[in-house]
């Protein structure tokens, strides 16, 4: 998994719980993502970022906060957990933009 | 809208039946086209990017094409260990900080 690791693997929580969701990475890339994976949809690109404490938008972000404090850590925060968050979500990192993404091994999360 | 369209949804295959994957894309400008395999429980696993009309790629079984409405990703003899879902996405000229995703393929093959 190119040197990506992700926490928790599997997480179950209840509507309304925060969640935070890490990924760690080796390989001290500039560009960190993460992405979530529903069936019947591609992976869906929630945020980015291309620096320490530089961070965008993606296309599914609402509901979504991010912050990267060290190049190797990238975190996902979901402030209020919903149903409808309930996805795999993968962490994928690039040495540029242009560059291929490889991906981590995913967390799977479940909002009863 | 950029769009990423996959085809088949799901692909049944004994082994040793050669067969190929599509991925047809409408894009405003194709920056480059990736193929992905995906493990049930596992992380998408690069396989090829191909960036202009008419290049190929090839790795043991798999071979990777590119027009420039489409890709194909051809499976020559294919063995149980090919099964996988195969994942297209494409990276945009304006915009290369993302990719866009099809919905993917499922490949069984059977002995």
């Known amino acids: 998994d190119a040197g990506i690791t992700q926490s928790p693997r599997h997480k179950v929580t209840e509507t309304g719980t925060p969640v935070t969701l890490r990924c760690h990475q080796t390989?001290?890339?500039?560009?960190m993502y993460w992405y979530r994976q529903d069936p019947g949809h591609g992976l869906r690109l929630i945020h980015y970022s291309y620096g320490v404490k530089d961070t965008d938008k993606g296309e599914v972000s609402d509901g979504y906060s991010v912050s990267r404090s060290k190049t190797e850590d990238f975190l996902l925060t979901l402030e209020s957990a919903t149903s409808s968050q309930t996805s795999v979500y993968f962490c994928?990192?690039?040495?540029?933009?242009?560059?291929?993404?490889?991906f981590g091994p995913g967390t799977r999360l479940t909002v009863l | 809208e950029d769009q990423v369209t996959q085809s088949p949804e799901a692909l049944r295959l004994q082994e040793g039946e050669s067969s190929s994957l599509n991925c047809s894309y409408t894009?405003?400008?194709?920056?480059?086209l990736f193929w992905y395999r995906q493990d049930p429980g596992k992380g998408p696993e690069f396989l090829f990017t191909?960036?202009?009309a008419g290049e190929e790629k090839e790795k043991e079984r798999l071979k990777a094409t590119l027009t420039k409405k489409e890709s194909f990703l051809h499976i020559t003899a294919p063995k149980p260990e090919d099964s996988a879902t195969y994942l297209c996405a494409v990276q945009v000229s304006s915009n290369t900080d993302k990719l866009i995703f099809g919905t993917g393929t499922r490949l069984q093959v059977f002995p």
């Open positions: 994928a990192i690039s040495e540029y933009s242009t560059d291929t993404q490889y």
């Open positions: 894009v405003s400008g194709l920056r480059g």
């Open positions: 191909l960036y202009s």
């Open positions: 390989e001290n890339h500039r560009y």
